[in-house]
């Protein structure tokens, strides 16, 4: 599994830039900017009634696995060591929410730090949240073919609609993967791909 998300991460990087590996591009920023996205999707205001939205916090963790991933190709660190780490979170009951707060805070904290994806306090956000392994590839698959459907359609160009139908794409996505429950992996990518292109036409 992690071998299959480093392929294609590095297809989806080649997209953005062929020379993505030279380019300096500042990983460890986009992983502290994910966190606080992802936060906002949790709830963290003491003031004012909030529900997790744990299907997009779950995204959130898949997106800073993104750039966490590019991150460890780029250094030559993606071995077995890292695939260990992953396959060693548990499908455990969700734990306190404030456990799961911190875990997100203390790899933001780390990353900015060290200006580096911090995989220790990455497996403490899956075990808090949790997340394992196969849940987080399940999801990874449909958020790269979705990067690469939103490439495909202007998204660094500036022309992508990111908002179909009164809903952000990554609620389309959510929808779509359940719907895609029980179809053989090597399937998924080419089918989901052709469901978001028919509901982003149907806009």
């Not at 392929?7 to 993505?20: G, Y």
């Not at 959510?174 to 399937?187: M, T």
Request: with cysteine; aromatic share 10%; hydrophobic share 40%.
């Amino acid at each position: 599994m992690v071998d299959t998300m480093a392929r294609m991460q590095d297809a989806h990087n080649v997209q953005v830039h062929p020379e993505w590996r030279t380019q300096g591009y500042r990983y460890y920023r986009a992983v502290w900017v994910e966190c606080a996205e992802l936060l906002d999707h949790f709830g963290w205001k003491w003031w004012k009634r909030q529900h997790p939205d744990l299907d997009q916090v779950r995204l959130e963790v898949v997106d800073i696995w993104h750039f966490g991933l590019s991150d460890l190709m780029r250094a030559g660190a993606l071995d077995e060591a890292v695939a260990d780490r992953l396959m060693a979170v548990t499908d455990q009951p969700a734990g306190d929410g404030e456990r799961f707060r911190e875990a997100v805070e203390n790899l933001a904290g780390q990353t900015l730090s060290d200006r580096l994806f911090a995989m220790e306090p990455f497996v403490a956000v899956l075990d808090a949240l949790p997340l394992p392994l196969t849940e987080l590839f399940r999801l990874y698959v449909g958020k790269n073919v979705l990067n690469h459907f939103r490439q495909d359609h202007g998204y660094k160009a500036g022309t992508y609609r990111k908002t179909w139908q009164g809903r952000e794409d990554n609620e389309h996505l959510v929808e779509l993967l359940a719907g895609l429950d029980g179809v053989p992996a090597d399937a998924v990518p080419e089918r989901l791909y052709q469901a978001l292109a028919d509901r982003y036409a149907a806009d």
